[in-house]
């Protein structure tokens, strides 16, 4: 699946979404600034909500770049601000070669697409009410999937003083990820017992492993699973009481995978017959206190 990126510009807000257009050739730029990266956490089949960085009193050029290298023209325009606009927090002014720039901070808005599935009847349409809301300079991204993990970059060009092509550029680090169920998902353990747990099914195109332990138990030892690679398979061995508590899977594969365990461990119970044996000494010891 391809994932769409639309624009929205106030005067068709309540006819339709504009889609964007591919762009054939790139824009060669002789100078360039990063701004600072965003990082959003998100899963698979959200969609964003995010407002691009504006160059003042310049004519803009907006291009957005896919993890894979493609790009595409954005629509973008400089929104209409209001003097007395109380949401200051959320502005960023920067000043580039005597330009000024205001980049959004935090304007990140995420929705599912299977939002409206929960919705009841007269319930509020957040989602919607969001989108005739939005500025000029926001764009929609979405529904994710695996071709969107990684970093895309949102690059906004225009004229410098001599005529030449300059950039602002801004990456856009999506982590896609899904939490996935483990096995077993609560082992109830015994101090000196061995166990091994896994993703529950296997990853396609899995490049790596990571176990996270309990902060009581942050310098334990444990053993990859030769047997169960494919499924992030670990070994523990000889548990103590401080490997109590929540065990965390990461497996990154077209995205990454989030697995939860939760362990319980357990002082040793006496045996049957130690217990009997006890019995007996402690009402031998009555008896005789009696006598």
């Excluded at 002789?30 to 909500?49: E, R, V, Y």
């Excluded at 747990?197 to 176990?211: F, G, T, W």
Aim: glycine letters at 4%.
């Amino acid at each position: 699946m391809c994932t769409s990126v639309f624009i929205l510009t106030m005067a068709i807000l309540s006819a339709h979404s504009v889609t964007v257009r591919r762009v054939a050739t790139e824009i060669i730029s002789k100078s360039q600034t990063d701004l600072t990266q965003i990082t959003i956490q998100c899963k698979p089949t959200d969609i964003l909500i995010i407002s691009a960085p504006i160059i003042v009193g310049e004519k803009t050029r907006y291009l957005l770049y896919d993890p894979r290298g493609d790009h595409r023209e954005l629509n973008i325009s400089v929104p209409q601000y209001q003097s007395d606009i109380h949401d200051y927090d959320t502005l960023s002014v920067n000043f580039i070669d005597g330009k000024t720039v205001i980049a959004p901070v935090d304007k990140i808005k995420i929705f599912n697409v299977n939002y409206a599935m929960f919705l009841k009847d007269k319930e509020k349409d957040e989602f919607g009410d969001t989108v005739k809301k939005m500025q000029t300079n926001d764009f929609l991204l979405g529904p994710l999937d695996e071709d969107d993990y990684g970093n895309w970059v949102l690059s906004a060009f225009y004229k410098d003083e001599a005529g030449d092509w300059a950039e602002i550029s801004q990456v856009i680090s999506l982590i896609i990820f899904e939490v996935v169920p483990a096995l077993p998902r609560q082992p109830v353990l015994h101090v000196g017992d061995s166990f091994e747990l896994r993703l529950a099914y296997s990853i396609k195109n899995l490049e790596s492993c990571q176990l996270i332990v309990p902060k009581t138990s942050f310098d334990r030892f444990y053993d990859r699973s030769k047997l169960k690679l494919q499924t992030c398979g670990y070994v523990i061995k000889n548990v103590t009481l401080a490997d109590e508590g929540i065990w965390k899977i990461i497996a990154i594969g077209r995205i990454m995978y989030e697995a939860y365990i939760k362990v319980t461990v357990l002082e040793h119970v006496a045996t049957t017959q130690k217990l009997i044996n006890d019995s007996i000494s402690r009402t031998t010891e009555r008896w005789t206190s009696v006598l």
